[in-house]
């Protein structure tokens, strides 16, 4: 069994090496774009395809150079109850609390910009790159409740009000965002947003348990 077990990873290993290497090889391949495929059609249909017009086209619709963008943020956040016991069977509290979600960037290549225009006409592609971002979204909790027993354990009331304030709410969607209409999910900060409600319970138990 262990010789087993043994020649087994040694078969997995290198596998998995192997995999890892094939892996890389094809993420590192360039994707095709509008620019290789336009040149390819004009090659089809006869017409005369030198460098110089490949270099004129490469420069209005893929300009070289290399376009960055990054994130670094930090949060703190946390809950803060306050508790108060009217008596034994009556409870109350008051509580604060912080969420934070945080921002990132819309990953599809296609949201750049139609392939048929240059990058020139939305403010070039470094500000296009940076337009995939979204930011974190944060949210402060507010909630005030009671929890009462009453008549002998027979009468269970609870009760408590809410009140939650978004900024910068995330909002995924799927639809004709991308590049020609096409379909593919996005995220966005809204500005802002309020959720308020109530929620009040009550039970009685007729049989003594």
Do not use: K, R
């Given at each position: 069994m262990i010789r087993f077990i043994v020649r087994r990873l040694l078969i997995m290993?290198?596998?998995?090496l192997v995999i890892s290497i094939i892996s890389f090889v094809i993420i590192q391949l360039p994707?095709?774009?509008y620019l290789t495929t336009y040149?390819?059609?004009?090659?089809q249909t006869g017409e005369s395809v030198d460098e110089a017009l490949i270099a004129s086209l490469r420069a209005t619709y893929a300009p070289l150079g290399s376009y960055y963008a990054a994130r670094d943020t930090g949060n703190v956040s946390g809950t803060l109850v306050a508790a108060y016991d009217f008596s034994a069977g009556v409870?109350?509290?008051?509580s604060y609390s912080r969420g934070y979600k945080a921002?990132?960037?819309n990953l599809d290549r296609s949201a750049l910009k139609s392939p048929i225009l240059?990058?020139?006409?939305?403010g070039g592609a470094q500000a296009l790159v940076n337009a995939l971002q979204?930011?974190?979204?944060?949210?402060?909790a507010y909630e005030i409740g009671a929890k009462a027993r009453l008549l002998d354990n027979k009468l269970r009331l609870n009760f408590s009000a809410f009140h939650y304030n978004y900024n910068n709410l995330q909002l995924t969607q799927v639809g004709p965002f991308c590049a020609g209409g096409t379909q593919c999910t996005q995220t966005t900060n809204a500005a802002s947003a309020k959720v308020?409600?109530?929620?009040?319970?009550?039970?009685y138990n007729i049989v003594k348990n």
């Open positions: 290993i290198p596998t998995l994707p095709g774009d040149v390819a059609n004009l090659a409870h109350s509290y008051l921002g990132g960037f240059p990058f020139s006409a939305s979204f930011a974190p979204e944060t949210v402060n308020d409600g109530i929620e009040a319970e009550a039970a």
